[in-house]
């Protein structure tokens, strides 16, 4: 080989003789293909006795045997593309070792900085070369093995303190059963991620609208930025993220770039989007919240200003947090749910009682009446009777014993005592009493987007009743207040006391009662009200349950109200200092 010419790269034939006489191997080429365009005698000799398998413009890489290919190929790439001498790399041209070689390679700079082609020696390596090329082949694997462990741990601990954060939030999520106070976690959610924070929007069934919860930051300088945005950020229907994006698609969804462009869109006002600018809002990761196959809202979590992307693991943990909080909250509106059909059932439990024991009373009457005249007539106070009519008399009087047997049943199922409603009168405060009340009906009072206050009730006020028939008046009234004020209005408890009476008030905004009615409303199947307000159920009963049980202990049921204007009941009981001190009192009948 006396000159060598390979896509207008050549080498002078001086050259090229001598390289021909050099005892070293050497080899030139060219192009990112490592294209042949030179080798000498020993070259040739060292890796191919067959001719072809050099040839000019083949790659050099495929004269060598398949198991040296790739680290060949590895250090002739990176010799031409960072211009960098590699020396002394071993290389087994033989597929069991035999024939251990040393590589070295020159890149050959040209007048723009870039290798244009390659000189490539080999060379037999010596002992010392193969235990230093050995030592250095055991070193690389362990350095690899303690790489692949070091990131098994880190992916090994990454996992564990996720799923120990996840299970910090699950107990967060599940401490309470309330609706209101599941969302009131909810919105305390974040990714463990420096300054990353939530916000939370909740789709309403029964008219499609979109609400947005409030905002928890955990930097309490931010917090304050976020409080003078409540009720001012609201969902926009073409946002691209929050509910908003999740209601187009229902997916995970990032947006990462350009978030200051989603934010003059979602903004819609200078004043709110200079304060989310000075919040630093970073990635924003929305996460829908689905119930079974329903969806119910999304949560967008929020990156730190410094705009650190979301990483798959951030994605997974938030897709999980987010079916956390979904089952957290569908347990509590199943609660709510149970605990509304509870207060209905204790109703209509009472309102049964009532009737039974009221019919059982008026029956008692006319069959007692029936035995008197039997006795009578037996007595032949008004002349003579046959032994037929006597016997006919016994089948009256067997069967007027029949009947009021039953009645007897009736009246020991429904009353305590064989016929008497027993009253556990005790000191009871009108402030706890009237707390837990509120309590059992707040479920109705969310689902009916009511608000209500407690207003302050001096917690000295203490009542002489029996503590469950007052807790039962009061329900009565606050599940009256909550059927009959419309979404929007507001209801009122509030207590005091004035000449030893204690006095429970429960007031509403609804739709009111006609004032010719305020006295028939206590009567026993009786309902005032027409149109669309009898659609809420009832059969009438239970403020005369309610009055009947306040006279039993010696206190009074009244209402005022102005039609259309809302209604206020007003319980009274006697209070601790005009108490008689008896523990069981009997209620008076009616």
Not at 536 to 554: C, D, N, T
């Amino acid at each position: 080989m006396t000159n060598a010419n390979h896509d207008g790269i050549s080498m002078a034939s001086s050259m090229v003789r001598m390289m021909e006489r050099l005892p070293a191997a050497f080899a030139v080429t060219a192009g990112p293909n490592h294209a042949l365009i030179y080798a000498n005698a020993p070259f040739r000799s060292l890796v191919a006795r067959d001719a072809d398998v050099l040839a000019l413009g083949s790659c050099l890489v495929d004269a060598f045997v398949e198991p040296s290919r790739a680290g060949l190929q590895g250090l002739l790439d990176r010799a031409l593309f960072s211009g960098s001498v590699a020396r002394n790399r071993r290389i087994d041209h033989s597929e069991n070792g035999a024939l251990p070689l040393v590589c070295t390679v020159w890149p050959d700079i040209g007048n723009d900085g870039n290798a244009e082609q390659l000189v490539i020696e080999l060379r037999l390596a010596t002992p010392g070369e193969l235990s230093i090329a050995i030592q250095r082949e055991v070193a690389e694997r362990l350095l690899l093995s303690a790489l692949r462990e070091q990131d098994a741990a880190e992916i090994a601990e990454t996992a564990r303190r996720g799923s120990a954060f996840l299970e910090s939030e699950s107990r967060r999520l599940s401490q309470s059963l309330d609706v209101e106070e599941t969302l009131a976690a909810m919105e305390r959610m974040s990714l463990p991620v420096d300054g990353a924070w939530c916000f939370v929007d909740t789709l309403h069934n029964d008219d499609d609208s979109v609400h947005r919860l409030a905002i928890v930051h955990p930097d309490p300088t931010k917090q304050a930025l976020l409080d003078e945005l409540e009720g001012r950020w609201l969902p926009h229907p073409d946002d691209s993220f929050g509910l908003p994006a999740t209601l187009r698609s229902p997916e995970t969804s990032v947006v990462a770039e350009d978030v200051d462009a989603a934010l003059v869109h979602s903004a819609q006002d200078p004043e709110v989007l200079r304060i989310l600018r000075a919040i630093g809002i970073g990635p924003m990761l929305t996460v829908p919240l689905v119930i079974g196959d329903h969806l119910v809202g999304a949560v967008t979590f929020v990156g730190g200003g410094h705009g650190t992307p979301f990483t798959n693991e951030d994605v997974a943990l938030a897709q999980d947090l987010a079916v956390r909080s979904a089952m957290a909250l569908d347990r509590a509106r199943t609660h709510a749910e149970v605990v509304a059909l509870k207060v209905r059932a204790e109703s209509a439990s009472a309102a049964k009682s009532a009737f039974l024991g009221m019919m059982s009373h008026e029956l008692r009457t006319p069959l007692n009446a029936i035995s008197g005249y039997v006795e009578l007539m037996e007595l032949e106070v008004h002349g003579p009777i046959t032994a037929a009519q006597r016997v006919d008399l016994a089948r009256i009087r067997s069967n007027q014993r029949y009947l009021l047997g039953l009645i007897n049943d009736l009246l020991k199922v429904t009353s305590a005592g064989g016929g008497q409603l027993v009253y556990s009168i005790a000191d009871v405060g009108a402030h706890e009493l009237m707390a837990e009340s509120v309590a059992l009906v707040e479920p109705l009072i969310a689902q009916r987007r009511l608000t209500h206050d407690l207003l302050l009730c001096d917690p000295s006020i203490v009542a002489r009743a029996d503590r469950e028939k007052v807790k039962q008046i009061l329900v009565n009234l606050l599940s009256n207040a909550i059927k009959f004020t419309p979404a929007g209005g507001k209801i009122v408890i509030d207590c005091n006391t004035r000449e030893d009476v204690v006095h429970l008030r429960v007031c509403d905004t609804g739709i009111g009662i006609p004032t010719d009615k305020l006295d028939v409303i206590f009567d026993p199947f009786v309902q005032v009200l027409g149109g669309s307000a009898m659609h809420e159920g009832g059969i009438g009963l239970g403020l005369a349950i309610s009055r009947g049980l306040a006279r039993g202990m010696h206190g009074d049921l009244t209402v005022e109200s102005t039609l259309g204007q809302g209604a206020r009941f007003s319980l009274t009981l006697p209070s601790r200092r005009r108490s008689d001190g008896s523990i069981n009192q009997s209620a008076p009948p009616g």
